[in-house]
């Protein structure tokens, strides 16, 4: 059995310092760069993979079973994460996982542009295995850069996160003018193209793919490992709530906005304009926290916090589209939902990430499979015509917030033992 991608990788690249004096490697531009194609790849082929099934299934009740198909792959390409992780941490270098992942994800948008039942499966193997090994090897290699500064890897967290937001951004506004231009044959030759340039870019000028025989750095002196996983087991029940509450959140403005007349365009207004709220918080707190950086669990434990304020003021806000509301009011309550989920993505998410990164525990890819997933659960969720505002969802964050609670408390109590 070949080691693993800890041991592969073991220190990671001294070109990283040669970067320049400043707080962030090179290598965070790049693979931000990478990721935002990834991103822009992967919305675009999802909006032509619905435009082939909704085709092929000609409306009726085969457009029902179509859409099912469409929901599994969809489901098991995020969920993929989760196994490719670790299959990372018991087998596989994540950087063969890199290379051979992005390859996979590019050749499977190529072949989905053939029309037949076999390529089609072909191309859902070639995109589930590929996302498995893609998602989780890019964040763990960017973090190997911040070796000797990882006080920045939560500033540089915010980046990157940010130009992932940015692609799929790009790809909403992309494929609203595609479906005008391309048939879905074509939409999905783009999608295959767009992978591939972010792919072959990284490639082609980074180094993180070479392995300069390092003498192993001296260990430090070992924190408390058990409350390091103790919180950090209960900071993904709470991240579990926080996922949930951006759903709610989007589910709010779309509300909010569908008051104002009616009309069918403003809920996906309401939509870009937090996306775009995403972003700016994300660039802006990385600033903030390249200059001044801060406690990776202070933050989460806020971030939380609010997540669960956005989902506490769901059934008012859900109440607005029977009410007719002056312009003021509406615009108010939209600029709130905007800023309140903005501020709860900087707050959470990034965090979370540099807290994996710095921890690095024996499953690390694993857990970035997991975090990953979980993220996109209560979309998954509403794809499927699943209500996640119901009982069981406030019993989900009834638990959250008592286990958020007690890593709190713990993390305050032991905050020298756990160093992090």
């Given amino acids: 059995m070949s080691t693993d991608g800890d041991e592969r990788d073991q220190i990671i690249d001294a070109a990283s310092n040669s970067d320049g004096p400043g707080p962030h490697p090179l290598a965070l531009s790049r693979f931000g760069v990478a990721r ?29 079973a179509f859409y099912t198909y469409f929901q599994y792959i969809l489901a098991a390409v995020v969920f993929a994460q989760i196994p490719g992780g670790l299959a990372i941490d018991l087998f ?18 190529f ?16 995109c589930i295995v590929g996302s498995g090994l893609y998602g989780g090897s890019s964040i763990s290699l960017l973090g190997s850069f911040y070796t000797g500064r990882s006080q920045y890897l939560d500033a540089g967290m915010c980046r990157y996160i940010a130009l992932i937001n940015a692609g799929a951004f790009a790809a909403s506004l992309f494929t609203v003018y595609a479906a005008t231009v391309f048939n879905w044959q074509q939409g999905c030759m783009v999608a295959g193209i767009l ?21 192993a750095a001296a260990e430090k002196k070992k924190a408390n490992r058990t ?59 990385s600033e903030v926290l ?56 900087f707050l959470t998410l990034p965090p979370l990430y540099a807290f994996l990164l710095r921890l690095r525990p024996k499953y690390l890819h694993t857990l ?19 209500d996640t505002g119901g009982a069981g969802t ?5 638990l959250a917030v008592i286990v958020c609670g007690m890593a709190a408390l713990t993390a305050i109590r032991f905050k020298n033992e756990i160093d992090i």
């Avoid at 769901?314 to 600029?335: C, E, N, T």
């Fill in 36 to 64: 935002f194609f990834e991103r822009f790849a992967f919305y675009t082929m999802r909006h032509w993979l619905i435009v082939l099934f909704m085709t092929k299934a000609g409306g009726g009740a085969d457009a029902n």
């Fill in 92 to 109: 596989y270098s994540r950087r063969k996982a890199l290379v051979w992942g992005g390859a996979l994800i590019a050749v499977g948008y």
């Fill in 111 to 126: 072949i989905l542009a053939a029309d037949t039942t076999a390529t089609t499966i072909l191309a859902a193997l070639c």
């Fill in 195 to 215: 992978m591939m340039v972010g792919h072959v870019y990284l490639l082609a000028v980074s180094r993180v793919f070479s392995e300069p025989k390092l003498k």
């Fill in 227 to 285: 409350l390091q996983f103790l919180i950090l087991g209960a900071i993904m029940i709470g991240f579990v709530g926080f996922s949930f509450s951006l759903q709610s959140g989007y589910g709010m403005l779309s509300s909010v906005f569908a008051s104002v007349g009616g009309h069918t365009g403003w809920p996906k207004v309401g939509s870009f304009a937090a996306t775009a709220g995403v972003i700016l918080a994300l660039l802006i707190g």
């Fill in 290 to 345: 390249t200059a001044r950086p801060g406690k990776v669990l202070v933050r989460l434990g806020y971030g939380l916090f609010l997540a669960l304020v956005i989902i506490a003021a769901s059934p008012l806000f859900m109440q607005l589209k029977a009410v007719s509301l002056p312009d003021f009011g509406v615009v108010g309550i939209s600029v709130f939902l905007v800023v309140a989920l903005a501020v709860a993505e």
């Fill in 368 to 386: 970035l499979g997991l975090v990953a997933s979980v993220i996109h659960l209560p979309y998954l969720a509403a794809v499927s015509g699943i």
């Fill in 394 to 398: 406030v019993v989900l964050i009834l």
